[in-house]
């Protein structure tokens, strides 16, 4: 997985400093077989907060993700999708939730994995892992669908706000955290769709 920015020119004037160009900020993932012999797939996802980027990059196709961060524990308000950085005290939920974007809701959500990173993106933490928390990661927690198999168009799961440590130096790296989730859309008129952590019963 790599993240590709783009640099902006600038242009030194008299009066000031002034660029007709706005950063565009986005990861690309690519996917090979087990022997690396045979490249699987390739996904993107634009990052720039920015809304004169145009709605057709940041998803193409007819299905779209969605992964928002609730103000509270009943999911019913989100913090705006480019809203500036939350500030938390060590130790806080923080309340996350993917979410499909369709026009055919009968797809259904399956989280390969989600992490969390810093700025520099040196560093990484898993937090989920093929539908379950990693059990060595205390911060992360999912909460299961019980109710009707419409909510399976969307995944739920707290996070502990933490921050990540200079292996180097043993302190605080103060940086901004990021979260990204990679997804598959599951059919359930073509196979069984259960996320098993995420799904009651399982």
Known sequence: MAEVQTTI??????YGIISRKSQVR???ECRYSPNHQALLSVGYMVTTPSSTV???IYYDGLY?????????????AFHPTHHPPLRLLLGKPLYLQLQLLSPVPKAVILVNYCVA?????????????EGCANPNVHEARILRNVDSAGD?????????AFQFINPNTNKYIDED????CSVSLCFSTEEPCVDRCFDANT
């Not at 020119?9 to 008299?14: A, R």
Request: charged share 15%.
């Open 152 to 160: 399976k168009n969307k995944r739920r799961f707290v996070v502990q």
């Open 117 to 129: 990173y810093p700025r520099y993106a040196r560093q990484a933490l898993v937090l989920i892992y």
């Open 177 to 180: 955290i990021y979260f990204m």
């Open 9 to 14: 020119q600038p242009i030194y004037l008299k």
């Open 26 to 28: 986005f990861l690309v």
């Open 54 to 56: 145009p709605t057709s």
């Open 64 to 76: 779209g993700i969605a992964l928002s961060i609730a103000t509270d524990h009943t999911y019913t």
